[in-house]
């Protein structure tokens, strides 16, 4: 992967220690990665550093994924956002889709199954760009 | 009143029971309603049809509640109508009743607004004739009960006496008179004066004597001396009792021609004299009996009034332990009639729907602020059946509080199958929403409170063995292998509890999107097949031909065939078998789209047919405690839910030792 496609990834959650590991492990398959505990860091992310996708938690305090995601829509619409979730009958899930998301991963799923589904939003992203 | 063993015209019965039916519905609907339009002209062609044929119909009302028509006990059938028929008509003291041919429908309204009138104006109108004369009602009559005809009776038997009394003493002084003992001429005066007193007074009244007053009088004139003069006194006497001159001319004249006629027979005359006095000794002999027989007739009616006194209070009793009753129930009653006006309330309900006493009567939509109420009520339609459960949330007038009250209502029928309002049961909930509501916020609080650090273990210790931050050695790595192992069940068990809790609690929803049915299928198996090699258990896949899309949550079908799968693996001994099969249904009467069905079949133990059907229970283990395997006893009832959920349905067969084989189907569409 030479450094110009490098992807940038903006991962958002609360739970520091899972964001840890969501960072190490992204990191380790080559990825250039940035954090945010909250919606206001993530905000102020996606404006400096316009990541290429997003890895957003939908449980937050202070402003929710939800909100997040609202908020992200006015400053970039076309941005990636993958919602990352630790249950799949939370109720906010469903409402995250009105707002063009890109796909869905549970936190207890393999990692190479989320791996999966983000590179193939990359790809069809960058896709549609060049189109 | 004449009692008959016959039974009346099947005719005559209907109009009864019509006539109840349609007061009944004057006293519920306003006055030009349809319904009372309609019932009234009914009834009106009813009473035509049978005055056609006759010139009047008579009903009358015993004490003790039978109906006759025409003289003619009505039959048993229809007992409590014919209760609520007497009841109206004892208001009003009627004993009996008779249309008349000529009878208009305006008078039969007319006399039904009368017979549902309150006591109180009633009592304002006084005699009931003479009001409905005022009110047109003249082919309509009435006799009223008999307390009151025997006070009239007492009345005129005392007039009656009284005259008997004169007439019997005026015959014996005519006797004496014509046997010549009287004499004195002021005695003979008197006796005169008193002949034309009674004689007056009876032509007066009567406008015609009596054969035995017109015999006293002529006997009299027969013998008095001065008879010219007697007859010019006669006539005097007429005038001044008020008499026109004609009419004192023409009885007087009467009496003269019958005097010279006597006149003419002397001997005759004599003759007749007395056997009129015995007559009219035998005349008067049967007015004593007569007497005696009216007297031992009020005597009766006197003692079934005490009877239907004991009665009255026996049913006010009722009535007050009934209204008790109610005032004291733990939940709010409301009744209302069709229209929605308020016809009872309780206590609790005064306070349940923040309304006062005062609003019986009104209707209840202007009553409480929101109208959930009376969109029950709007939904009442004459033949409903059964009741309906309702909840509704109320605001206090000032917006301050809510409640949330259960409504079960149920319309009320009279025993003609009309709507005559609605029952409504209200119960207070507020509370046990709010549990509902904390128990449901505190499941979705804890699913994520328990999710998110298990998920984060487990990642720690994916990334650990997979060698990311440095290699280990065999012994780290069997370490972590099982503790991965162990959090992957702790996380199957505690999603399989919240689960259970969303399900509960109404939360679990499907995310419904299309998915190939043989790549989930095969999905599920792979990531199965390593742990069930591990214990020496095959699995074999048998995929449709084709691929085929389905409209599912494919999560959750998933979620069902790794609970199916593990479950055989988990009961299957080692060097067993297991069968995942995929195949495609016709269409049936349930499934009219056609059907997918998947199996899942083991070598297993098998399970014992008194369990088989208990499987799909919660915290049902059919057995499997005893055989030393975990798990919570929730799986099979999640799946049962989510397949339910999919439209689709799942059952189990087995036998034992032999193995079991779980399936389930699927709708190719969702209806």
Request: charged share 30%.
């Amino acid at each position: 992967m030479d450094s110009d496609s490098v992807n940038k990834i903006l991962a958002v959650d609360d739970e520091k220690d899972f964001l840890f590991i969501l960072e190490y492990w992204l990191k380790s398959k080559g990825y250039k990665v940035k954090t945010a505990l909250d919606g206001f860091q993530a905000l102020e992310l996606v404006k400096t550093y316009n990541p290429d996708i997003i890895l957003l938690d939908v449980n937050m305090p202070g402003i929710d994924g939800l909100e997040t995601l609202k908020r992200i829509r006015q400053i970039n619409k076309d941005v990636p956002v993958i919602i990352i979730t630790a249950y799949i009958a939370e109720e906010r899930v469903a409402e995250t889709s009105n707002y063009n998301i890109s796909g869905l991963f549970y936190k207890d799923k393999d990692f190479e199954e989320g791996l999966k589904l983000l590179e193939s939003v990359l790809r069809t992203h960058k896709k549609l760009r060049k189109d | 009143m004449v009692m008959s063993d016959k039974t009346p015209d099947e005719g005559y019965v209907k109009f009864v029971f019509n006539l109840t039916s349609t007061i009944r519905k004057l006293s519920l609907y306003p006055p030009k309603h349809p319904t009372v339009i309609y019932s009234i002209k009914n009834l009106y062609s009813m009473l035509r049809e049978i005055l056609d044929k006759k010139d009047s119909i008579n009903i009358g009302f015993s004490s003790d509640n039978h109906i006759l028509i025409e003289g003619q006990l009505l039959a048993e059938k229809g007992t409590k109508l014919m209760e609520g028929l007497t009841a109206y008509f004892k208001k009003l003291d009627i004993e009996s009743l008779t249309f008349k041919s000529g009878v208009t429908d305006n008078e039969l309204e007319a006399f039904i607004r009368f017979v549902l009138m309150e006591p109180d104006e009633l009592k304002k109108i006084g005699e009931l004739s003479k009001a409905f004369l005022d009110k047109g009602i003249q082919n309509i009559k009435i006799a009223q009960f008999s307390y009151i005809k025997i006070e009239k009776g007492k009345q005129a038997l005392e007039v009656q006496g009284e005259a008997i009394q004169l007439l019997k003493r005026l015959e014996s002084k005519i006797k004496d008179f014509s046997l010549g003992k009287i004499h004195e001429p002021e005695e003979l005066q008197n006796l005169e004066k008193d002949i034309l007193n009674m004689v007056t007074a009876e032509f007066k009244q009567k406008k015609k004597l009596s054969t035995k007053a017109k015999n006293i009088l002529k006997r009299f004139l027969l013998k008095s001396e001065q008879r010219q003069e007697a007859f010019s006194r006669l006539n005097d006497a007429l005038l001044t009792a008020g008499c026109s001159q004609p009419e004192a001319d023409k009885l007087v004249n009467k009496i003269k021609a019958g005097v010279s006629k006597s006149l003419a027979s002397q001997e005759g005359t004599v003759k007749t004299g007395r056997s009129e006095v015995d007559k009219l000794e035998t005349e008067n002999q049967d007015l004593k009996t007569k007497i005696s027989k009216l007297q031992k007739e009020i005597d009766l009616k006197i003692a079934s009034l005490d009877k239907l006194g004991k009665e009255n209070r026996s049913i006010t009793q009722e009535k007050e332990r009934i209204d008790n009753i109610v005032h004291h129930m733990a939940e709010g009653l409301v009744v209302v009639d069709p229209q929605g006006k308020i016809i009872m309330l309780n206590p609790v309900a005064e306070k349940l729907l923040d309304i006062g006493k005062d609003s019986v009567g009104a209707p209840l939509n202007k009553t409480i602020k929101d109208e959930h109420l009376l969109t029950v009520v709007k939904n009442i339609s004459p033949n409903k059946d059964g009741t309906f459960q309702k909840d509704i949330e109320l605001l206090s007038k000032d917006d301050s509080t809510k409640r949330v009250l259960r409504t079960s209502s149920a319309v009320v029928e009279d025993p003609d199958g009309k709507t005559v309002g609605m029952v409504t049961v209200l119960n207070d909930i507020t509370r046990q929403k709010e549990i509902e509501k904390m128990k449901s916020d505190f499941v979705s609080n804890v699913s994520h409170e328990l999710r998110t650090p298990m998920a984060t273990i487990q990642q720690n210790i994916t990334l650990l063995i997979e060698g990311l931050p440095g290699v280990l050695n065999e012994s780290q790595l069997k370490f972590l292998n099982i503790a991965q192992d162990n959090i992957k069940r702790l996380k199957r068990l505690i999603n399989d509890l919240l689960d259970s809790a969303a399900i509960e609690s109404g939360k679990f929803k499907l995310r419904i999107l299309e998915a190939n049915i043989n790549e989930r299928i095969d999905n599920v198996v792979t990531f199965l097949r390593q742990w069930a090699a591990s214990r020496k258990i095959s699995i074999r896949t048998d995929l449709l031909p084709q691929d085929t899309v389905l409209k599912v949550d494919k999560d959750r079908i998933e979620q069902v065939l790794t609970n199916l799968i593990s479950n055989a693996v988990k009961f299957t001994p080692e060097g067993g078998e297991i069968l995942v099969s995929v195949a495609q249904r016709e269409p049936t009467d349930e499934f009219p789209q056609g059907a997918i069905e998947i199996s899942v079949k083991d070598t297993g133990s098998g399970i014992a047919p008194e369990h088989i059907d208990k499987v799909f229970e919660r915290f049902e283990r059919a057995g499997a405690i005893a055989s030393g395997i975990g798990g919570t006893g929730l799986g099979l009832s999640i799946c049962k839910q989510i397949v339910t959920m999919h439209k689709g349905k799942i059952w189990a067969e087995s036998k034992l030792n032999e193995g079991s084989k779980f399936s389930f189907l699927l709708p190719q569409k969702i209806p």
